[in-house]
């Protein structure tokens, strides 16, 4: 790689780094090319990203980020898998994790806060941000349909009422 070429990465981590969620950190020595390519494809079905990139110049990358934090965790063969969402790259990993041995979550950072292997497996029991977004829309329509069962309720009460008054006349 020329000097360009790693400029350019650098400037690539970078952004990474500063606009993601969360960034797992991870070492895949022994997946093979069919098992990365899984992992990159859960990932994408998940919003997430997952990147491998030479450790020195993801340290350059670091260098005065919020997620700086993450720079003893790049030794040996690492993965980044990150993600806008605080909590869909953790998810991604930790799944890939339970099932391939070579898979091994180091840890990450969730902004300024570093995590370590028992952090990321917190995030990724975490609900994600479409999980929290229904639960508030469900929770806002609720009042809604509350207050639209009480307006009607008087009505049936009436008409039950009715009803019963009708069944006795009747007999």
Not at 16 to 33: D, K, N, Q, R, W
Not at 143 to 162: E, H, R, T, Y
């Amino acid at each position: 790689m020329d000097r360009a070429q790693k400029e350019k990465v650098v400037d690539e981590l970078g952004q990474i780094f500063e606009s993601s969620g969360v960034v797992v950190v991870a070492h895949y020595a022994g997946l093979t090319v069919a098992e990365m390519q899984d992992l990159r494809a859960r990932a994408r079905d998940n919003g997430s990203s997952v990147r491998v990139a030479k450790n020195r110049l993801a340290k350059i990358a670091l260098d005065g980020k919020p997620c700086e934090s993450i720079a003893d965790f790049l030794t040996g063969m690492t993965v980044l898998t990150f993600s806008e969402d605080p909590v869909a790259a953790a998810k991604v990993s930790e799944e890939f994790a339970k099932e391939n041995d070579k898979f091994v979550i180091l840890g990450g950072a969730m902004g300024e806060n570093a995590l370590d292997r028992a952090g990321v497996t917190a995030v990724s029991k975490m609900p994600s941000r479409e999980e929290l977004i229904s639960t508030i829309a469900g929770m806002l329509g609720a009042p809604a349909s509350n207050i639209a069962g009480s307006i009607g309720a008087p009505a049936s009460n009436i008409a039950s009422i009715l009803s019963t008054i009708e069944d006795k006349a009747a007999a």
